[in-house]
T-cell receptor, first 116, second 114 residues
Framework: AQKITQTQPGMFVQEKEAVTLDCTYDTSDPSYGLFWYKQPSSGEMIFLIYQGSYDQQNATEGRYSLNFQKARKSANLVISASQLGDSAMYFCAMREGPNTGNQFYFGTGTSLTVIP | DAGVTQSPTHLIKTRGQQVTLRCSPKSGHDTVSWYQQALGQGPQFIFQYYEEEERQRGNFPDRFSGHQFPNYSSELNVNALLLGDSALYLC?????????????FGQGTRLTVV
C-alpha cells in the first residue's frame, strides 16, 4: 500500500484565492510526522510546514496551514492568498517513528499553477 | 550559512558507465540521505549515512553505494548505469543531535543515461 497518496496531479488557482492540496497517508505507527515540501523547477525541495501525530492544533506557517484529520488519515495543505510565485510542484511526505533521522516517504506530487 | 550543496548539477553518462555524485550537508548537520526522483514521481529513499556508516537503506540494488567522509560530506556511486537510472538525485541533510523536524535538501543532480 502507498504510504502517501496525492490524488490531484494538477491544480489551478486564481491569484489571491485560496487552494487546498489533498494528501492521505497510511501508517500503523502511532508516532509520525507529516510534511509538505514545495519543489520549483530548479529542483530543490523547500520545506513548508510540519504536523506531528500528537499535535493537538493544526499547524500554520504564514500563508500555509495544514488541515490535519487524524481519524481520516488526511493532511491537506491550504495555501491562502495565492501568489504567482506559488506555482510549483507540491509534495506531501511522512516520516514514521520518533527518530528524526528516519526516511521520508513522498507522494507523487501536485502541480499547482497560479493564474494571474 | 551555506545550505546543502550538490555537484555536479547536470550529468550525462552512457549506459554501463559508473557515476559519482557529491553532497555537502548544511553546516552543523551530520546525517546525509540520498533520494532518487524519476520524472513525474516523488523522491524515493536510497540510503542514509551517519557517522560514516550506512544507517538505513531503501529498496535499491547494490549498484547503488555510498560513502560519508569525516567532514560529513557524502558521495553516491552508481555502477553499471541503466537507462532507468536517469533521474534527479537529491541529497538531504539533518542533525541527529537536534530535535530538527525537517530535512534540508539540495538542488539535486540531474543524471541522464543515454
Amino acid at each position: 500500500a502507498q504510504k502517501i497518496t496525492q490524488t490531484q496531479p494538477g491544480m489551478f488557482v486564481q491569484e489571491k484565492e485560496a487552494v487546498t492540496l489533498d494528501c492521505t497517508y497510511d501508517t500503523s505507527d502511532p508516532s509520525y510526522g507529516l510534511f509538505w515540501y514545495k519543489q520549483p523547477s530548479s529542483g530543490e525541495m523547500i520545506f513548508l510546514i510540519y504536523q506531528g501525530s500528537y499535535d493537538q492544533q493544526n499547524a500554520t506557517e504564514g500563508r500555509y496551514s495544514l488541515n490535519f484529520q487524524k481519524a481520516r488519515k488526511s493532511a491537506n495543505l491550504v495555501i491562502s492568498a495565492s501568489q504567482l510565485g506559488d506555482s510549483a510542484m507540491y509534495f506531501c511526505a511522512m516520516r514514521e517513528g520518533p527518530n528524526t533521522g528516519n526516511q521520508f516517504y513522498f507522494g507523487t506530487g501536485t502541480s499547482l499553477t497560479v493564474i494571474p | 550559512d551555506a545550505g546543502v550543496t550538490q555537484s555536479p548539477t547536470h550529468l550525462i553518462k552512457t549506459r554501463g558507465q559508473q557515476v559519482t555524485l557529491r553532497c555537502s550537508p548544511k553546516s552543523g548537520h551530520d546525517t546525509v540521505s540520498w533520494y532518487q526522483q524519476a520524472l513525474g514521481q516523488g523522491p524515493q529513499f536510497i540510503f542514509q549515512y551517519y557517522e560514516e556508516e550506512e544507517r538505513q537503506r531503501g529498496n535499491f540494488p547494490d549498484r547503488f553505494s555510498g560513502h560519508q567522509f569525516p567532514n560529513y560530506s557524502s558521495e553516491l556511486n552508481v555502477n553499471a548505469l541503466l537507462l532507468g537510472d536517469s533521474a534527479l538525485y537529491l541529497c538531504a541533510s539533518s542533525s541527529a543531535g537536534q530535535a530538527s523536524r525537517e530535512a534540508f535538501f539540495g538542488q539535486g543532480t540531474r543524471l541522464t543515461v543515454v
